[in-house]
């Protein structure tokens, strides 16, 4: 079940109310990568709003509801608290995903319980390029769990084969809204200026393009 326009705007009003979303291109943002930009996402906020959150979770749910499943996977660490509240709602055992597995004990990547066969929904808090779906799923999958579905509140919906890439490896993902739905809300509620929303969607189109004629590059 995919999610209505309706709902994709009012999934991109709730992260724009909660601050996850945030844009400046007078002094823009610079990520971990060392690289500049206008826009910065940060759905760990959504965490501290309860009904935020809870709206969002409820649209999650809803549009997972034809999907069968036996556990809900959070990714570490940020999909943790969102597999959380879907696991709560859908009243399904729940696991999380290390990055690497932990260097003692069992060694163990998956927190919880994956039995073979299990059918696995994995929750983040958002997707850019899908690089980080890809290596959870598989850390599934070598526990001969069935993973091809994954959930996020928010996708960048700007890296080129993202879609693709997911698809390659056998997964779905599953979205609430994206950067196109944010900026439509945002231009038709004035929310942004009108020169702002053209530098956002100019970056999004052409990242490097977009530092290099502002001497970011």
Same mark, same amino acid.
């Given at each position: 079940?995919?999610?209505?326009?309706?709902?994709?705007?009012?999934?991109?009003?709730?992260?724009?109310?909660?601050?996850?979303?945030?844009?400046?291109?007078?002094?823009?943002?610079?990520?971990?990568?060392?690289?500049? =930009?206008?826009?910065?996402?940060?759905?760990?906020?959504? !965490?501290?709003? @309860?009904?935020? &959150?809870?709206? %969002?979770?409820?649209? #999650?749910?809803?549009?997972?509801?034809?999907?069968?499943?036996?556990?809900?996977?959070?990714?570490?660490?940020?999909?943790?608290?969102?597999?959380?509240?879907?696991?709560?709602?859908?009243?399904?055992?729940?696991?999380?995903?290390?990055?690497?597995?932990? =260097?003692?004990?069992?060694?163990?990547?998956?927190?919880? !319980?994956?039995? @073979?066969?299990? &059918?696995?929904? %994995?929750?983040?808090? #958002?997707?850019?390029?899908?690089?980080?779906?890809?290596?959870?799923?598989?850390?599934?999958?070598?526990?001969?769990?069935?993973?091809?579905?994954?959930?996020?509140?928010?996708?960048?919906?700007?890296?080129?084969?993202?879609?693709?890439?997911?698809?390659?490896?056998?997964?779905?993902?599953?979205?609430?809204?994206?950067?196109?739905?944010?900026?439509?809300?945002?231009?038709?509620?004035?929310?942004?200026?009108?020169?702002?929303?053209?530098?956002?969607?100019?970056?999004?189109?052409?990242?490097?393009?977009?530092?290099?004629?502002?001497?970011?590059?």
């Amino acid at each position: 079940m995919k999610t209505t326009p309706e709902q994709a705007r009012t999934a991109a009003r709730l992260l724009v109310e909660a601050g996850a979303l945030q844009f400046n291109d007078e002094v823009p943002f610079t990520y971990t990568s060392g690289l500049r =930009g206008p826009v910065y996402v940060d759905c760990r906020r959504l !965490i501290a709003f @309860p009904a935020i &959150r809870g709206a %969002l979770m409820d649209m #999650m749910v809803e549009q997972l509801k034809d999907e069968p499943f036996d556990v809900i996977a959070g990714g570490e660490t940020a999909g943790i608290p969102f597999a959380a509240f879907v696991a709560e709602r859908m009243n399904l055992p729940m696991a999380y995903i290390r990055k690497k597995p932990k =260097g003692h004990g069992r060694g163990a990547r998956i927190e919880g !319980i994956v039995n @073979p066969g299990d &059918r696995v929904l %994995l929750v983040e808090d #958002m997707a850019t390029d899908g690089g980080s779906k890809v290596s959870f799923v598989e850390a599934v999958r070598e526990a001969e769990g069935v993973c091809n579905h994954s959930a996020v509140p928010f996708f960048y919906g700007s890296f080129p084969g993202a879609d693709e890439r997911l698809a390659e490896h056998g997964i779905t993902l599953h979205r609430l809204c994206t950067w196109a739905d944010v900026l439509a809300l945002c231009e038709d509620e004035k929310r942004l200026s009108p020169e702002r929303i053209a530098s956002i969607r100019a970056f999004l189109d052409n990242p490097d393009g977009w530092r290099a004629e502002r001497g970011f590059a």
